[in-house]
């Protein structure tokens, strides 16, 4: 199926290429002026760009401002290369995406390596790459030295009739590739790795994801892609200097045209890039060329307000209506032919679908709550729910040591949140973690899922030392989590929720096989019928318990359960119990972090108390919950508040 996607998307590639090729090879045979294929090869210029800036910055979420820096390098490196060192232009270009890609790799070892370098952090950063780069090509004479460096022509091949053809078919190459690339990525397990980057960075490390890894090698696209389009901008503009590319004209222009676009899709900075384009050289045309960023800014203030998803999702929505829009307002504009020209018309035609594309309209209709099955329905644990086996077969021999902590400490400056825990854990156990708000209890979760490194102390699952693993690692050794605050990729559906975390768990799936085993985790939580949703459609209960299905699809030995019946009704508790059960029954070590003493009482075969970040009780809940330490400690100040 995949398969088959792909083969057919590439293959549309590679006859669009062929038909925009034919545009350059037979342009004077068919009538067509140069004009028109100068304003394409513009187009084609900032799809390549702006593609290259999604692929970081659209599909993983890390949004740079550092464009300038891969378009740049690829400029200098072609023209250094070309105008001082006469090396031929065919060289330079792939030379200029190399350096630009290990330019990109660089930044990305350094940002990337920082979980503190996100958001408007990693945006500052990649911001001062560029003006780093315009320094140094000003103050180094060997590579501008404040004069510009002067490219030379390049030789194009006797069979196109001008040096623009011979531009147009580069830039359609370099866009063509850009292009595939993108949408050969959204296709695959690294697009999904990257959507998931986006929405829920830490939640993906912890299913299995390998983020660094794919965010490196995401950069390094943007880099190959930018520096190979920048290469043929010098060879376009004749003469580079500092201010030409290493500027906020660039990033600005991709940014906008990928917002404009749709930052998700590969079809999005296409989009963009097409209309902002199109715009500009009217505005151009009509001698508003001052304009030009005075209109872009414009439009990007508006688009975060109107449309931050872009032009792609609302088009895919509206396709006809749109086409209607610009087959019409074109058609009468030149039928009328009282103004402008054809080039005017077409523009006012896609300004007009633009304008229907992205008209305000009805939400899209919320998917269908089928009523659950029978047995979802019922939220008391029934005979069978106890011996469905369920998705995940039993992961270690019943009484091996699986998770085995000795002396784990961790401070938080002054804060001695853990402070020389010592645990094991056996297989088949289903603990419960209790303590008063404060004694540890997340932090220790956060130990053994690697979100947190230990200040001092080991800890074993499985028989390997998990300390300084990154949780992607852990995660393939075997332990998952659930959050407190459920953290769902909420681009995705319930389903694919739950798929992503089989691509990437224990034993990988591709897409396709991994969705059909998706279902059989969510038949564990009883939300099958929900498969379709988006996690914004369904409520807090709801989102829980798919916190534990993807929990569950990596295949742990150990599921750690961080709070995950906070904020339920009793009727809800009843059922996550119900729940907790049919997981542990499929064989999967547990533990539970819950205040809930009943809830305690009732799943668990023992139980362990921290107080202050120390261990004050381990045993079965009868004994421990009559322990007159656990009592004084815990019970005092909090059971009776409660009425637990
Ligand atoms: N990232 C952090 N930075 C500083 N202090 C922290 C951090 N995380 C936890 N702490 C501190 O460590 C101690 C233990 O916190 P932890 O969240 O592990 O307790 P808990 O038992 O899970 O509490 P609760 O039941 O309220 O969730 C607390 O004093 C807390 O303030």
């Known amino acids: 199926m995949k398969g088959q996607v792909m083969a057919r998307g590439l293959g549309g590639f590679v006859l669009v290429f062929a038909v925009l090729a034919a545009l350059a090879l037979w342009r004077e045979d068919l009538g067509l002026p140069i004009f028109y294929l100068v304003l394409a090869s513009t187009a084609l210029f900032w799809i390549a760009q702006a593609t290259s800036w999604n692929v970081l910055s659209g599909y993983s ?27 031929d232009f065919y060289l330079t270009v792939p030379v200029a995406a190399v350096f630009s890609a290990l330019l990109a790799l660089l930044v990305g070892g350094l940002a990337f390596r920082l979980r503190s370098f996100r958001g408007e952090i990693f945006a500052l950063l990649t911001l001062a790459v560029p003006f780093i780069l315009a320094a140094l090509a000003r103050v180094n004479s060997e590579i501008d030295g404040g004069q510009g460096v002067v490219v030379p022509v390049a030789e194009y091949p006797e069979w196109l009739a001008q040096f623009q053809d011979f531009l147009y078919l580069l830039n359609l ?98 989009l963009g890039a097409v ?49 209607l829009a610009l087959v019409v307002v074109t058609g009468v504009l030149a039928v009328v032919d009282s103004w402008g020209g054809p080039l005017d018309w077409f523009v006012s035609g896609v300004l007009a679908a633009v304008a229907v594309v992205l008209w305000p309209g009805r939400a899209p209709t919320p998917v269908e709550r089928r009523p659950p099955t029978a047995a979802a329905a019922d939220p008391v644990e029934t005979e069978a729910d106890a011996v469905v086996p369920g998705p995940v077969p039993a992961q270690a021999e019943p009484g091996e040591v699986l998770v085995e902590c000795r002396e784990v400490a961790k401070s938080f400056g002054g804060v001695r949140a853990l402070d020389g825990v010592s645990l094991r854990i056996r297989a088949g156990e289903l603990v419960g973690l209790v303590g008063p708000n404060g004694s540890g209890k997340t932090t220790l979760v956060n130990l053994l899922s690697g979100a947190l490194r230990p200040t001092s102390g080991s800890i074993e699952v499985a028989g390997r030392d998990i300390v300084g693993l990154a949780p992607h690692r852990i995660a393939h050794v075997g332990v998952s989590r659930t959050h407190q ?33 998706a279902e059989a985790c969510l038949d564990v939580v009883h939300l099958r019928h929900l498969a379709d949703a988006r996690p914004a459609e369904i409520n807090l209960h709801e989102r829980q318990l798919l916190e534990m299905a993807r929990a569950i699809a990596t295949k742990p030995k150990v599921l750690l359960l961080d709070e995950a019946l906070a904020g339920l009704n009793p009727a809800e508790i009843d059922a996550a119990v119900a729940v907790v059960r049919r997981i542990h029954a499929t064989g999967i070590t547990i533990v539970i972090v819950e205040h809930l003493l009943r809830v305690v009482n009732q799943l668990a075969t023992r139980v362990v108390v921290l107080n202050q970040g120390a261990l004050l009780a381990d045993g079965d809940p009868r004994t421990v919950m009559n322990d007159p330490d656990v009592i004084r400690a815990y019970l005092g100040r909090h059971a009776h508040a409660r009425g637990t």
């Open 275 to 323: 209309v902002i384009v199109l715009i500009q050289d009217r505005l151009s045309a009509s001698g508003f060329e001052g304009w030009n960023l005075i209109v872009l800014g414009a439009i990007l203030a508006v688009l975060v307000v109107v449309a931050p998803d872009g032009l792609q999702a609302r088009l895919w929505r509206r396709p006809w209506q749109a086409a």
């Open 61 to 87: 979420g890390y949004f740079s401002f550092g464009q300038g820096a891969f378009v740049g390098v690829g400029a200098y490196t072609t023209a250094v290369l070309g105008g001082r060192h006469g090396v």
């Open 173 to 270: 190459i370099v866009a063509v590739a850009a292009v595939a690339a993108a949408f050969a990525i959204q296709h695959t397990r690294f697009g999904w790795a990257l959507a998931s980057i986006r929405d829920a960075e830490d939640v993906a490390e912890g299913l299995g994801v390998a983020t660094f890894r794919y965010k490196m090698q995401a950069i390094a696209v943007t880099g190959l892609i930018g520096g190979a389009a920048g290469s043929l901008f010098a060879l376009q503009i004749g003469f580079v200097t500092v201010e030409s590319v290493f500027g906020l004209t660039i990033p600005l222009f991709v940014i906008v045209m990928s917002v404009l676009g749709g930052r998700t899709h590969w079809v999005g900075p296409v």
């Open 485 to 517: 605050i459920p953290k769902p990729f909420e681009s995705m559906t319930v389903r694919d929720n739950v798929a992503m975390a089989i691509m990437f768990g224990r034993s990988p799936r591709p897409l396709g096989p991994a969705r059909e085993e």
